[in-house]
């Protein structure tokens, strides 16, 4: 079916099947110390022990100045995107030349937290300091995974349960379906943990 669909209107389709996927910002910084900001709905969970994230970056056949960044420093930041700057973090997926800064252009604020090289967003509630543990290259797309190691968490107290359960829908987060697309969330039940 959807092989026969013209280029755009396949991806805006392919982008669509995964459903709804958490919107964030990954916050870099390059050698010479240009920030840049880019929004992605590809991060996962890798494991608890170690903690470990994982990100796909697409191909680099055009520049991509997160994934240059990330490569030179080995650090970067993980910014949930909430209902306050979607639109702002949305537009962090333009191609900005290497030498404008998207915090800038896209009207967020850089903030540095406890000497950590990487910008963070003020603006987001649940930041994430990260460092490079080792790039996959997914040779079927020219996709790269990075498996990435947490550092530093930084949240509002009032989202976290005693067991450590955070509450994201406090944080007003969102999520996006497809490229463009933007959710609210909304908690519907926290279940048991599942026993045969």
């Not at 968490?153 to 829908?169: A, F, S």
Request: glycine share 4%; charged share 25%.
């Amino acid at each position: 079916m959807f092989k026969n669909f013209d280029d755009r209107k396949r991806v805006r389709f392919i982008n669509s099947l995964s459903g709804i996927k958490s919107a964030n910002l990954i916050g870099t910084i390059s050698s010479s110390g240009q920030t840049n900001l880019s929004i992605v709905s590809s991060a996962f969970h890798l494991g608890a022990s170690p903690a470990l994230l994982g990100i796909i970056i697409r191909p680099d056949i055009s520049p991509r100045h997160t994934l240059e960044n990330i490569r030179s420093t080995k650090v970067l930041t993980l910014n949930h995107v909430n209902e306050n700057i979607y639109r702002n973090a949305h537009q962090t997926s333009a191609r900005y030349k290497r030498e404008v800064s998207e915090f800038e252009a896209c009207s967020l604020t850089e903030e540095y937290l406890e000497n950590f090289k990487a910008p963070f967003v003020k603006e987001s509630h649940v930041k994430v300091a990260l460092e490079l543990s080792r790039e996959v290259s997914i040779k079927e797309n020219g996709t790269h995974m990075l498996i990435l190691k947490i550092l530093g968490v930084w949240i509002p107290k009032r989202i976290m349960n005693d067991d450590g359960y955070l509450n994201i829908e406090d944080t007003q987060a969102v999520c996006v379906s497809g490229l463009d697309t933007y959710h609210s969330i909304q908690k519907l039940e926290r279940l048991p943990y599942a026993k045969p």
